[in-house]
């Protein structure tokens, strides 16, 4: 049985930095790409970033690029998601996802995604 379980997430000013992890189990870590979507109130859940499975290539939302930076330890079977000069419209739920393959490119959109983690609430205050 897959589990994602993300930690990290809680409420910091403007300007300051979080920590996302996500704590995988019951799959092949390494093989798949790992990403982080978000949700804010009212909206759809959208794409932040993802890694491929073995960790070089990245890829990340325009509204992220240069603030946030994905990584994953294959070692501890972790994905990390640091993030600096958050926004308050950074503010979310955000949940970390597994792609269907190793490759960056199979994990952009929700359909992309075939285990998904619980969430974890994140809250940016001007």
């Known amino acids: 049985q897959v589990q994602l379980v993300e930690s990290g997430g809680g409420l910091v000013q403007a300007g300051g930095s979080l920590r996302l992890s996500c704590a995988a189990s019951?799959?092949?870590?390494?093989?798949?790409?790992m990403g982080w979507f978000r949700q804010a109130p009212g909206k759809d859940r959208e794409f932040v970033a993802a890694?491929?499975?073995?960790?070089?290539?990245?890829s990340y939302a325009d509204s992220v690029k240069g603030r946030f930076t994905i990584s994953r330890d294959n070692a501890k079977n972790t994905l990390l998601l640091q993030m600096n000069s958050l926004k308050p419209e950074d503010t979310a739920v955000y949940y970390c996802a597994s792609g269907r393959s190793i490759f960056v490119t199979s994990l952009r959109t929700i359909s992309d995604s075939r285990y998904w983690g619980q969430g974890t609430q994140v809250t940016v205050s001007s």
């Open positions: 019951g799959l092949i870590f390494s093989t798949h790409a």
């Open positions: 890694v491929s499975g073995n960790g070089p290539n990245t």
